[in-house]
C-alpha cells in the first residue's frame, strides 16, 4: 500500500473515531473543551497504546500531531449548534451515524495497527500482530468511554471486540496470501460487515442472567 493510500486510509479513521467521540461528549453535556478532548483521545488513543506495546517512541501522534489536529476540527464543527443538534433531532440518526462511524474507525485502526506492526517488528507473531490491531482499533473508544463515566461499549455492544478480532484474522490470512494492500482492504472491510451484521440482527455474546 502507498504512503499516500495509507494516509487517507488514516485520516478516515481518525475523522470516523473523532466525530464518535465527540458525539458522545455533547450526549453527556460537555463543555466545548470535554467534547474536544473526547474526540482526541478517540481518534488517537488507540495509536498511541499501539505505539507504546510495540516500543515505538514518542507515539506517532506526537511526532506528527495531523492526526490530533484533524481530531480537533471535527470535534468543533461538531460542536456547532447547528450541527449537533441535527445529529440529535432524530434517535434513529444518531443511533445510525453513531454505528457507522464506530464501525469504520474499529475497522480502519484495527487493520492500521497491523500494518504497523508489519512494517515496524522483525517477523512479529500472530499473537502480537492481532493484539496490537484490537487494542489500536478499541482502545481509543474504551479510553471515551471510561472519560464520559460510560461502560465501555466493547463489554456491552455487538460483539465489538469480536468484530475487530475476525477483522484482524482476516488481515494477517489475506497478508500471507494476497499481499498488504487487498489484506487493509479485506480486514476493514470484515470488521464493518460484521459490525453493521451484529447491528441489524442484534448478535451479542451471552450476558450473565441473575433472573434465574
Known sequence: MSETMFLIFELIGTVAFAASGAITGISKKMDILGVATLGIVTAVGG???????????????????????I?????VIIFIPAVHRFLFKNKKIYDLIMLLMDSVGLGIFTVVGIQTAMHKMESPGIFLLIFVGMVTGIGGGVLRDVLSKSTPYIFIKHFYACASFFGAA???????????????????AVVLILRLLAAHFHWSLPKANFDK
Open 71 to 75: 481530531a480537533l476540527a471535527v470535534s
Open 47 to 69: 495509536g498511541v497504546i499501539r505505539d507504546v506495546i510495540l516500543g515505538l517512541t514518542p507515539p506517532a501522534t506526537f511526532s506528527n500531531p495531523i492526526y490530533a489536529l
Open 170 to 188: 482476516a488481515c494477517i490470512a489475506l497478508w500471507h496470501f494476497l499481499g498488504e494492500q487487498i489484506a487493509v482492504i479485506g480486514g476493514a
